[in-house]
């Protein structure tokens, strides 16, 4: 693939795009079963008023809600995956937009159920598994639901909370269709001269050039145009919170943090625990970001120099296919059962591989888990993007365990262990790489890269919790989150996490409007939790060998059938305590002293 362009869709030769069809084999068959899940509304209406009568009946809606959830999953998935290959194909973000309003159409529909699941008396439900054996499939998601209780309203207000989801859906989707398909930024130029298309795809890579004037106009380019629509998405972000404000309470919750959490079961001391550690550690970060200077032999450092790396002549090319094969080779630790699954996915077309125009920027692996997951990459054939599809592939893999060892009802892991896995294949990629060099160039430009994905994972993913967590309070206080305060919070931190070394440009303060993830609820700081535990996971894969891997592959058979601090103990990693973040940073401070020792004259 030639990626010095941005091709349009049809010039992505079909090997390198998903295949959609194990979903629903064309665009019609997909329209069928819209029209089928929403002639369902007789069937669901039948068990209002019926669920706490006998076990039988109980168990026969449980039973419904899990088929109407795997439908749902595959319609949504579908539409999405088909929206994101061209975020300005009105056609297939129409689609997404049935699939959502049918999503909420059947989420009011069954309203009705969790308010008769929490009426229904203790000793009554203990005689209802008694009588029926077969519902103890469900005890832990009917414990969970009663575990609620406070927050769950009466069927008239959950029906009307449900019918509200689609309108809470709307400040992510203008932010999104802004950034992906009306912004169009000016080309980069480079020291030269030349001119490089800038885009949200192609940004990461720029800032990755070791032509400084070329990272310093895509950073100037980019936040630019930013700064022209910074109203408009500080908009977007004021009513995403106001709309999180109006969920939490009316579900009772004293902060928007405690309801994002308290749906994880999460206690926020994990949020809170993971700042303050991370404020105890900054001495590292600011050591790093010293090298960093003096490595690259600058009189100032600037933002756009926080991703270049600090090894000259390091940056190698790494085509597609030769990516895939050395993560199946690092991935080799997990098992001879996990390497078949990953080529599977890559031989199958489980992955979307390259940007084309309009396609959305970054990457995923889709919630569709069944028949198995979908992953979208960006790939630019640098060592970032190989690491990205360990990471994305990580996630698939997660997705394919719980839902093939976990019944429906318990198959879906909660956010706070999602990034975990993918995190680990990472780790565990580097190590690998690692292991096999001696060479002190190479080294240095490995650690480099795993210093910077703790950087950007645990420091940066922290300081984008801690903002986040500012405007939550800021909007419970009817204080509004205007561009101006979130430019001045955010200038604030971001000089506070990196230090006096490093030159906080005008233009980083309008980063925030750039960060999709501020309109996904609370999900960042999980980044960094997830990294702190995919650390101490894959030491004891490596250390351990088998039995610290058979741990890890029931914590990835696990879906949600425990709370997810419990299923990181059982795999060997306490979550409740500080110690795994502490023990990260440990590590990264070691990886700078190595990085500062090595010859590289």
């Not at 929490?118 to 414990?143: G, H, K, M, N, Q």
């Not at 125009?357 to 692996?365: H, L, P, Q, V």
């Not at 101006?484 to 005008?506: E, F, I, Q, T, W």
């Not at 999709?516 to 004891?540: D, M």
Request: proline share 4%; glycine share 6%.
């Amino acid at each position: 693939m030639d990626l010095t362009k941005i091709p349009e869709r049809n010039e992505i030769p079909e090997e390198y795009t998903w295949d959609l069809r194990e979903l629903f084999p064309d665009d019609e068959a997909w329209r069928r079963e819209l029209e089928s899940l929403g002639a369902m509304g007789d069937t669901i209406a039948a068990f209002a008023g019926t669920l706490g009568e006998r076990p039988g009946r109980l168990l026969d809606w449980l039973k419904l809600s899990d088929e109407l959830g795997v439908r749902l999953e595959k319609l949504m998935g579908y539409a999405n995956c088909k929206g994101d290959q061209d975020i300005a194909d009105g056609f297939y973000q129409d689609m997404r937009s049935k699939a959502m309003a049918c999503a909420v159409n059947l989420s009011g529909l069954s309203a009705f159920s969790t308010p008769e699941i929490l009426a229904i008396p203790d000793e009554v439900l203990d005689r209802f598994y008694a009588e029926c054996p077969l519902l103890e499939v469900y005890r832990r998601s009917l414990t969970s639901i009663r575990r609620m209780r406070a927050h769950i309203l009466s069927p008239a207000e959950e029906k009307l909370l449900a019918a509200a989801g689609e309108m809470a859906d709307a400040p992510d989707s203008v932010a999104s269709a802004l950034r992906n398909a009306d912004l169009r930024f000016d080309d980069a130029v480079d020291s030269e001269g030349n001119r490089h298309p800038l885009s949200a795809g192609t940004y990461g890579p720029l800032m990755e050039s070791s032509d400084r004037a070329l990272r310093k106009s895509a950073f100037e380019n980019c936040y630019a145009k930013f700064r022209g629509m910074q109203n408009t998405i500080a908009a977007t972000l004021d009513a995403q919170f106001k709309t999180l404000r109006f969920f939490s309470e009316a579900r009772h919750y004293p902060t928007t943090l405690a309801a994002a959490l308290d749906h994880s079961e999460v206690p926020e001391s994990v949020y809170l625990n993971l700042i303050e550690a991370v404020h105890g550690n900054l001495d590292a970060m600011y050591r790093y970001v010293a090298l960093r200077k003096k490595l690259l032999g600058v009189e100032e450092l600037h933002m756009y120099d926080l991703y270049t790396p600090v090894v000259k002549d390091a940056e190698v090319k790494i085509p597609y296919e030769q990516a895939k094969d050395t993560v199946l080779k690092a991935l080799s630790v997990l098992g001879e059962d996990y390497t078949a699954l990953l080529k599977t996915g890559f031989d199958s077309r489980w992955i979307d591989v390259y940007e084309n125009r309009g396609k959305r920027s970054g990457a995923y692996s889709s919630g569709a888990s069944r028949p198995h997951p979908y992953v979208l990459l960006n790939h630019k054939d640098t060592l970032d993007s190989m690491f990205t599809i360990a990471h994305e592939m990580g996630h698939a893999l997660h997705s394919w365990y719980s839902c093939h060892y976990q019944p429906v009802n318990t198959s879906d892991y909660v956010i706070f262990v999602a990034e975990v896995a993918s995190t680990c294949n990472e780790i565990l990629l580097m190590r690998w790489l690692l292991s096999r060099t001696t060479d002190v160039k190479e080294r240095a430009a490995l650690i480099n890269h795993f210093l910077d994905q703790f950087k950007s994972t645990i420091y940066r993913q922290t300081m984008f919790a801690e903002f986040e967590l500012e405007m939550g309070r800021m909007a419970e206080a009817g204080q509004a989150l205007t561009a101006d305060a979130l430019n001045d919070k955010y200038l604030a931190l971001n000089r506070l996490y990196y230090g006096p070394d490093v030159v906080s440009d005008s233009e980083i303060c309008l980063e925030w409007a750039r960060i999709p993830h501020f309109f996904y609820n609370y999900y960042v700081y999980q980044y960094a939790t997830g990294f702190s535990a995919a650390a101490a996971l894959a030491e004891r894969i490596l250390t351990f060998g088998e039995p610290a891997v058979a741990d890890y592959k029931r914590f990835l058979s696990g879906g949600c059938s425990a709370d997810p601090i419990s299923l990181l103990k059982n795999a060997g990693v306490d979550m409740s305590t500080p110690a795994p973040v502490n023990a990260a940073l440990k590590l990264f401070g070691e990886l700078v002293e190595e990085l500062e020792n090595l010859n590289l004259s």
